[in-house]
């Protein structure tokens, strides 16, 4: 069967969950607890685990009870065992794991709450697996606070959040908390490797380092990025498909824009962060990974120590010979304008800005000076500096320069299609079911696209996401990057994708890409209202 797209990676992120505790990577003082709880007897009834998503809460919720219930014994997980196979998967009768946030989880938790005072059936203990706790409905909540006032010897709750804040008191005070934090680039590379490693195939140490830091923190997210490359990239994951597919700028080019700046080559910094942007650069993103380089370099040049660099190889950051000063003003001016991403409604104008005044500042040339010097020097520079760096000043020296050339329409990165979530609604309630079906069966032709140079990187983002919601107008697809999100909904390029949609499809429906997260939100409250029946009738859709 013609199934969905890159059906053979699909799940990377299911298919490679720990089974063992020594799998899970990252959160080991939390790991610690556990296994010593298990191996001195001494196990609580309640526990919340809370952090962020995909870094490992329902893995070890799982692993909990796995070791909990072994028949080799408490503490054992031999994943050989009656006990252990079940709860591998999913069918373990005493193991309970219920999605508090979906609409069929909030119907039976009371129930089985209720349940709780019956003894195992075929383990040591009962165990519930209750996520996303915060967001259970009253009489779900008031059962559970009743079972956990007295829990019954052989009952274990395990609560996950990814929003404890938002977990009551009078929860909290009964239970044992574990904060999990976001795993390292480091861990997340290593579990990627070993991925890689059991699928057969290649990768360069770099691309993983970029989809790690893609990631941040998340497991989840790194592995189900790492599908994506690997279903468009093949056998081999390298750095340039990571950076095509999420319009990310080698390390090579960040090098030469630093290089340009520091030259004050004015001109060709700025046609290239323009043609960059253009071609669905994430601005912020770069505005980072400027900021790291610099960081490594200030960091490099006074302690010429190559392991505390970061981003940069010793060979890279060598040549750059920028002083000290001029390192320090540029990370002043990009520190501060970051802040302002969220206030700004352009936020290409912003970075533009800044690197406009990251190049006057780089007028000012100071040689490598020793620390007196630059002590001395300090307060000349204040006085040349800040001058230049008004924005005005800049706007004026550019005109006179003329350095930009208008190569393409101009395109504002907020420019944005956005749905709130009852629009969202409205969206599903027109959604064809069957069409959506005979379109994913056909998703596949995408691919086709995917080296024409007009529809490339549109039929490259667009094969990378899972379909959702389908009519003839409109079509609703997740994705797991909120980068690509944005690169998709730009009214900008809309028309790209309609015309490709087209050509693929035969029809040309505005393409809506939505976060997992975001189309997870909408689903359960499409549930929930629907359930009490207020579903509203379904309306034109706006905007489109
Ligand atoms: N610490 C980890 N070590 C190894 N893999 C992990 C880890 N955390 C998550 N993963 C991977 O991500 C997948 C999802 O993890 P899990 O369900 O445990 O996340 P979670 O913290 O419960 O997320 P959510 O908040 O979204 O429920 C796992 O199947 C596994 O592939
Ligand atoms: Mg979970
Ligand atoms: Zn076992």
């Not at 480091?186 to 059991?198: F, I, Q, R, Y």
């Not at 950051?317 to 991403?341: F, M």
Request: aromatic share 6%; proline share 4%; hydrophobic share 35%.
């Amino acid at each position: 069967m013609v199934y969905n797209i890159g059906m053979k990676y699909q799940s990377f992120y299911r298919t490679y969950r720990p089974q063992s505790f020594d799998e899970v990577v990252g959160q080991k003082p939390i790991i610690r607890t556990l296994k010593n709880a298990l191996l001195n007897n001494k196990i609580g009834h309640a526990y919340l685990f809370c952090g962020p998503h995909g870094t490992g809460k329902t893995t070890l919720a799982r692993l909990f009870a796995k070791a909990l219930n072994c028949e080799e014994g408490v503490g054992h997980e031999c994943g050989e065992c009656e006990n252990c196979k079940a709860i591998i998967s999913g069918t373990h009768p005493d193991v309970y794991e219920l999605d508090a946030a979906s609409n069929s989880g909030v119907d039976n938790i009371r129930e089985l709450i209720e349940q709780v005072r019956y003894e195992p059936i075929l383990g040591r203990y009962k165990v519930y697996i209750i996520d996303e706790v915060h967001s259970m409905t009253n009489s779900a909540f008031n059962a559970l606070l009743k079972t956990l006032e007295e829990p019954p010897e052989h009952v274990i709750f395990i609560l996950a959040t990814t929003e404890p804040q938002k977990v009551l008191p009078t929860i909290l005070s009964r239970v044992q908390r574990y904060d999990f934090s976001k795993i390292s680039d480091e861990d997340l590379v290593s579990n990627m490797e070993k991925v890689l490693e059991k699928e057969n195939i290649e990768y360069t140490g770099e691309a993983l380092r970029m989809i790690a830091r893609l990631a941040e923190g998340g497991a989840r997210d790194s592995l189900s990025i790492l599908e994506q490359v690997v279903s468009y990239s093949g056998n081999k994951v390298e750095s340039s498909d990571v950076e095509t597919l999420f319009g990310l700028l080698s390390i090579e080019e960040k090098i030469e824009i630093v290089k340009n700046i520091h030259e004050n080559k004015v001109k060709e910094t700025l046609s290239m962060i323009k043609e960059k942007y253009l071609h669905g650069a994430d601005i912020v993103r770069l505005h980072d990974d400027l900021v790291n380089i610099y960081k490594d370099l200030l960091i490099y040049g006074s302690t010429k120590d190559k392991s505390l660099l970061t981003v940069l190889t010793p060979e890279e950051a060598l040549p750059l010979a920028i002083g000290p000063q001029e390192l320090i003003n540029n990370l002043n001016i990009l520190t501060e304008a970051r802040r302002q991403y969220k206030l700004v409604n352009n936020s290409f104008d912003h970075f533009e800005l800044s690197i406009i005044q990251l190049l006057s500042i780089s007028k000012v040339k100071i040689e490598i000076p020793t620390i007196k010097e630059v002590e001395k020097k300090d307060e000349e520079v204040k006085e040349k500096v800040q001058p230049v760096v008004s924005p005005v000043e800049n706007k004026i020296e550019l005109e006179e320069e003329k350095p930009i050339v208008d190569v393409a329409p101009q395109v504002n990165p907020d420019d944005l299609l956005h749905f709130d979530e009852n629009e969202v609604i409205n969206i599903m309630l027109q959604g064809d079911k069957e069409f959506k079906e005979q379109l994913m069966a056909k998703w596949n032709v995408l691919k086709e696209y995917r080296s024409d140079k007009k529809y490339g990187l549109a039929a490259n983002y667009l094969s990378c996401t899972i379909l959702r919601i389908v009519n003839e107008n409109i079509i609703v697809v997740e994705t797991p990057l909120i980068a690509q999100v944005s690169r998709i909904n730009n009214n900008g390029t809309r028309k790209i994708y309609q015309e490709l949609m087209s050509k693929a499809f035969g029809f040309s429906p505005v393409v809506y890409a939505m976060t997992g997260e975001e189309y997870k939100n909408a689903i359960t409250m499409f549930r929930q209202l629907n359930q009490i029946q207020k579903l509203p009738k379904p309306q034109k859709i706006e905007k489109i």
